[in-house]
């Protein structure tokens, strides 16, 4: 650099000095021209001149000519240079930068009490510069290393999706064989270099797969969205990983890092020069969930066990759900759906044998959150909310009676052969008997009254309940469900091409509905939150999984889930006592095969049982739904609602579930194996 | 009134006050003093060597980049070249003028020596224009165009300036034509270049313009006859394709996916993101990172441009167009007839050189490799370029001084 210097002021003061020489003795040579140049032709005589002008104005004309080019090329530079330089200098620029990216780790998923239900861990990971390609004997080595086939190496090594100057991932999760080897003999292997990468990492297998969902690689929609998206939205490039499903997908914006950018400069065979400019990445932050890893994880093991036994008796048992929400404000404690799946299939790609494996319908759909996209007839568990909607109209009064022969027809007549039947023989009924003992003919009866006198106040019960609409639960694909009145009827069947009288809406439908039966659907979460308006007297809260944001110091919250009221159902407080009498006789009188189970647990429960028929697919959901706890003078906490597809009956099995969830809520497990034969 | 007028000012400034004085004939004063310089004229030597400045400063940042340029090299070729200008320079060219007959053969075995076996060799860019004597290696056509030049200067002042006879018209056209033909076998560049200079000292001999124009258009003609012809099928291609796409790429770089066109691009690209003042000796992202090829020769004002930017350029061409302007000047003022026309061969030499050089790195001229005067890396062509300069410095040497 000093020797260049030097050069540079030796040119300059020569280029002066020869300045300043021609100032002082160029001025003489102008002269010269008037001597010569103008005298001599004119003594030389006519002849000559013309010549001589010949010659002169042609040498004028190269001046000219000379002069003219000259123009020629300043007017262009001033084109290049001055009005057009700012796009030759940002394609000046794109030459000579490329950026790098790095990967930010994603926020971890934690249960209430900071147990780590998603994390992620290092995993050891070689990468190579692409230059490794040009060598067909490294290649080989690092595939025969590795163990992969030399063309995957090769594909790999082609991969641009992090930057063109970035290293390129061999291979992810490599043994330490691999890494010791490597590390020994870098004169094999120039280019190569393990790294440790952050992979999502899943400590507790399985548990809350529903909720947490998985991240994978970014698809092209996601990407074309992120593209459209404006300012201050994640920017996704190809290759990221981004949530697709669950938590990781709603809270994707909280979770999602930012990645580090390094831009550098290269020369023209891609060679990285120098450092322009870039910022390290940021891992995504903490999310805190409401859902406690203890009862999470029982209703889990308790669904599959349930589900086996279901199973080993020689039903279906396809599937089950299980919800457990804190009524007091809307907290999820535990939601988990079977069959379910392992998110750590996602890590690093799926491949597509496994994807079509979990989208298998003969393995009944695991990737299915059936707590709030598996939609059901209720069954039974309706009653209660039935009864609340008899009393509000008038239908029912607590004086009500009825007489149940396990037979009931429209006109009353019993010895028509159109009629319907109860699961069993109750006698003599009221409405709190009629809720404990599930009693079809009471609700008949009030299905009936309803068609007669007031054909819509029962569906307006159900949605006032908030059936047939979304629960508005933070986590994505809920379904609605379905409360069937007359004008859906009509719509829904005309639109299938039936006859009028088809579609017209008909008084058994009213009874059916009464009893949770026919085309009425609900998810087990909404089932939870009508519960939990009976728990709390009204109110309920809207559910959800997030309990807050952790900031990155410190244990505190950056910011935390806002408990929101969706729901205040007034209901006389008469009323009130009537159904929760009934649903105390469910728990404690109905059937001591049902009984026993909940004698051994401190806290009083009050619930319902339920067995839904699917004609469609020809076989029964059974549902339990309980609060508590619920003895005199208790403030409700807890409701759990759990129903198993393709059982003998709700109080059979689904009330083993929530049994068991109850169970790990109070450390006190369920030590009864009774079985109730009722088919309620 | 006249030393307002004759300040070191551009070429135009020059001209138009000698116009006046030609027009005005006799007047002013006789400068009768002898300065230490007188036997230089300063006024072409000036502008050269500032140029040769710029070219060490411009060769300085190419070979702190570049691992194939070595300044010492240029710089060596820098001072072989003004060797062979301060020979010329001393000798008097005016020896030459009665030499036509050993010029024309001179020139022919000069451009022929590439094509006898053995002597032959491939340049650096494949071209074939190079021989060998024992360890050297040079393009005998860079000489050549000297004494191509010397040797149209020397047939065409037979006729004093006024050609009447179209045999003689012939002749002279004849006479370029032969080591024309030899050149364009090898090297379409350097052939252009000859023809160029020696076309334009035929023009400037005084041949009728009829005969000129007539000449331009027969030229015009056989060239879109070899241009149409390439591009039918079934008829025998002079050109090949890929020839006719190098000379028409720069009419759309982006557009052809060749490495001419894209070698274009890098080199506008250099040019463009240089603005107003350059990036700064040294800073050139393009031509000194590689993205622009031959940075230090065929697009050496690219590599020059992108780091001074607009003043830079102007400032260079500036100084081209002062020394170039400055040999026309003396050109009319010297008397012998050879004298004007070895000036004007050596001016229009210089003029095209510098017209291709530049314009083909501002994408307005095809791409041939013909070097920047006194700017390109490579020794051959700066010896031969200073070789020019003591031809010019030579005149004024032995110009006819008033007694």
């Keep these: ?680 | 009134m006249a030393q307002e007028m004759t300040g070191p000012g551009t070429g135009h400034g020059l001209l138009s006050s000698l116009a006046q004085r030609v027009k005005g004939g006799a007047g002013g004063s006789h400068v009768g003093k002898k300065g230490p310089l007188e036997g230089v004229y300063l006024t072409q030597l000036i502008p050269t060597l500032l140029i040769l400045i710029l070219s060490v400063i411009t060769m300085l940042s190419c070979s702190m980049a570049l691992g194939t340029v070595s300044l010492f090299n240029h710089v060596a070729g820098m001072a072989l070249g003004i060797a062979a200008a301060v020979v010329i320079w001393r000798y008097d060219y005016r020896n030459l003028s009665n030499l036509t007959t050993a010029l024309f053969v001179v020139s022919c075995v000069l451009l022929a020596l590439p094509l006898v076996p053995g002597l032959g060799v491939e340049g650096d860019l494949g071209g074939l224009g190079w021989v060998h004597f024992g360890p050297f290696r040079f393009q005998p056509s860079e000489p050549a165009k000297l004494v191509i030049i010397a040797l149209m200067a020397s047939a065409c002042a037979q006729y004093n300036g006024k050609i009447e006879s179209f045999a003689d018209y012939a002749k002279l056209c004849g006479t370029l034509l032969v080591p024309l033909l030899l050149i364009l076998v090898t090297d379409l560049g350097t052939g252009l270049m000859i023809f160029f200079s020696g076309a334009t000292i035929i023009i400037c001999s005084g041949a009728p313009r009829g005969w000129i124009l007539a000449t331009i258009a027969l030229i015009v003609g056989v060239a879109a006859l070899v241009i149409i012809t390439s591009q039918i099928e079934g008829i025998p291609h002079i050109l090949q394709e890929y020839q006719l796409a190098r000379l028409t790429v720069f009419l759309d770089p982006e557009g052809t996916a060749s490495e001419d066109g894209y070698n274009l691009q890098q080199a506008m690209i250099a040019i463009g993101s240089g603005g107003l003042l350059g990036k700064g000796f040294g800073n050139a992202s393009q031509a000194l990172s590689g993205f622009l090829p031959a940075a230090q020769t065929d697009f050496i004002f690219a590599t020059y441009a992108e780091q001074f930017g607009f003043v830079g350029s102007v400032v260079l061409l500036a100084l081209f167009a002062w020394m170039i302007i400055a040999t026309v000047l003396l050109a009319m003022k010297v008397e012998s007839t050879f004298s004007k026309l070895m000036l004007v061969g050596c001016a229009a030499l210089w003029t095209f050189q510098v017209l291709e050089s530049v314009g083909m790195c501002i994408g307005i001229m095809p791409i041939t490799g013909i070097p920047l005067p006194f700017m390109t890396y490579g020794s051959s062509s700066m010896v031969t370029q200073l070789a020019a300069v003591g031809v010019v410095q030579s005149v004024w040497h032995h110009r006819q001084k008033v007694a």
């Design chain 1, 1 to 680: 650099m000093d020797l260049s210097l030097v050069i540079i002021v030796v040119c300059l003061v020569l280029a002066a000095a020869l300045i300043v020489v021609f100032i002082v003795f160029g001025r003489s040579e102008g002269a010269f021209t008037l001597d010569i140049g103008g005298a001599s032709p004119r003594a030389s005589g006519g002849s000559d001149s013309s010549s001589d002008k010949t010659l002169s104005s042609r040498l004028i004309g190269l001046a000219v000519t000379v002069g003219g080019i000259f123009s020629v090329l300043v007017a262009r530079l001033w084109t290049m240079q001055l009005v057009s330089a700012e796009e030759y200098t940002e394609k000046a620029e794109s030459n000579r930068t490329s950026t790098i990216y790095t990967q930010a780790p994603r926020g971890r998923i934690l249960d209430r009490n900071g147990e780590e239900i998603v994390t992620n861990r290092s995993s050891l990971t070689v990468t190579a510069v692409s230059d490794v390609l040009d060598d067909e004997v490294e290649v080989t080595l690092l595939a025969n290393l590795i163990g992969m086939p030399v063309q995957a190496v090769r594909r790999k090594l082609q991969d641009t999706t992090q930057g063109y100057q970035s290293r390129r991932t061999v291979s992810v999760d490599v043994s330490r064989r691999v890494v010791a080897y490597i590390g020994e003999h870098p004169e094999v292997f120039p280019g190569v270099s393990v790294e440790t990468r952050a992979q999502r990492y899943y400590p507790h297998g399985s548990l809350a797969a529903h909720v947490v969902g998985y991240a994978g690689t970014v698809t092209q929609e996601q990407l074309e969205e992120s593209e459209s998206a404006g300012e201050g939205q994640v920017q996704y490039r190809s290759g990221d990983v981004v949530g697709q499903t669950g938590v990781e997908a709603r809270y994707e914006s909280v979770l999602q890092g930012v990645r580090g950018e390094q831009v550098v400069y290269v020369d023209a065979h891609g060679n990285v020069t120098g450092q322009a400019s870039g910022f390290d990445p940021q891992s995504g932050s903490d999310l805190v969930l409401t859902l406690d890893i203890k009862i999470q994880r029982a209703a889990e093991e308790s669904l599959a066990k349930v589900i086996q036994q279901v199973r080993d008796s020689g039903k279906v048992g396809a599937g089950g759900s299980a919800v457990c929400l804190d009524c007091t404000n809307g907290e999820v404690l535990a939601m988990a759906s079977f069959p379910t799946f392992s998110p750590s299939v996602f890590v690093g790609g799926i491949s597509t044998t496994d994807w079509e494996a979990l989208q298998a319908e003969d393995a009944n759909f695991p990737m299915l959150n059936r707590c709030i996209a598996g939609q059901y007839p209720s069954g039974s568990i309706i009653k209660p909310i039935t009864t609340m909607s008899a009393l509000d109209y008038g239908l029912a009064t607590a004086q009500s009676s009825w007489y149940c022969t396990g037979w009931w027809t429209w006109s009353g007549d019993l010895s028509e052969a159109a009629g319907m039947k109860c699961w069993g023989t109750h006698g003599g009924v009221d409405l709190v008997s009629g809720i404990t003992y599930s009693c079809d003919v009471v609700f008949y009866e009030i299905g009936k009254g309803f068609y007669l006198q007031n054909s819509e106040g029962m569906q307006e019960t159900y949605r006032r309940y908030g059936l047939g609409s979304s629960t508005g639960i933070d986590l994505p694909g809920e379904e609605i469900g379905r409360v069937p009145d007359a004008a859906w009827k009509w719509e829904y069947f005309k639109s299938l091409g039936y006859s009028d009288e088809d579609a017209t809406w008909q008084g058994g439908e009213n009874c059916n509905l009464a009893i949770g039966q026919g085309d009425l659907l609900v998810t087990s979460l909404q089932m939870a939150c009508a519960y939990c308006s009976l728990a709390n007297g009204g109110p309920v809260y809207r559910p959800h999984v997030m309990k807050g944001v952790r900031s990155r110091m410190g244990d505190g919250y950056v910011s935390e889930y806002r408990v929101e009221k969706i729901m205040d159902i007034e209901e006389d407080p008469a009323y009130r006592d009537i159904v929760a009498r009934g649903m105390w006789g469910v728990v404690y009188e109905e059937d001591p095969a049902q009984t026993e189970h909940w004698t051994n647990l401190d806290v009083t429960v009050r619930g319902k049982t339920g067995t839904g028929e699917q004609i469609s697919a020809d076989r029964a959901i059974g549902w339990f739904g309980a609060y508590g706890p619920a003895g005199e003078g208790d403030t409700p906490r807890y409701v759990v609602v759990a129903n198993i597809d393709g059982v003998v009956s709700g109080g059979s099995s689904a009330l083993l579930v929530v049994r068991d969830v109850f169970g790990a809520i109070y450390d006190q497990p369920d030590t009864s194996t009774a079985i109730s034969t009722g088919v309620d």
